[in-house]
């Protein structure tokens, strides 16, 4: 059973950061490739950002290019999204999900809701102008 948990969310100015974490429960969490989704009042859940199980890889929808990182510390089991230049538009709650163990993919494939076996309760982040 994977379990995730994710954590810093919050209230921020528009233009300021934040860091959030995500807490897995898993046995061999370095097998599994990880991924950031956002879903905002009214809209459907969206990729925001992946990163592979060997962290060679990562992903990023184009709206977040060059503002937020994803990365891991498979010592912790935890992943990060590492989120600057924050914009109104960023305000969603935020989810992590863990993907099939030793996959990989396309852009276009681990993009996809269901390419992910488990997700975290998620936590909000909230930007105001």
């Known amino acids: 059973q994977v379990q995730l948990?994710?954590?810093g969310g919050g209230l921020v100015q528009a233009g300021g950061s934040l860091r959030l974490s995500c807490a897995a429960s898993i046995r061999a969490f370095s097998r599994y490739p990880m991924a950031w989704f956002r879903q905002a009042p009214g809209k459907e859940?969206?990729?925001v950002a992946y990163i592979s199980w060997s962290e060679r890889v990562t992903y990023y929808t184009d709206s977040v290019k060059g503002r937020?990182?994803?990365s891991r510390d498979n010592s912790?089991?935890?992943?990060?999204l590492q989120m600057n230049s924050?914009?109104?538009e960023d305000t969603a709650v935020y989810f992590c999900s863990a993907?099939?163990?030793d996959s990989s993919g396309n852009y276009f494939n681990v993009a996809q809701v269901s390419a992910y076996i488990s997700w975290g309760q998620g936590t909000q982040v909230t930007v105001s102008t």
């Open 86 to 88: 924050l914009d109104p």
């Open 5 to 7: 948990v994710e954590s």
């Open 45 to 47: 859940r969206e990729f």
């Open 68 to 70: 937020f990182t994803i």
């Open 99 to 101: 993907g099939q163990p």
């Open 76 to 80: 912790k089991n935890t992943v990060y």
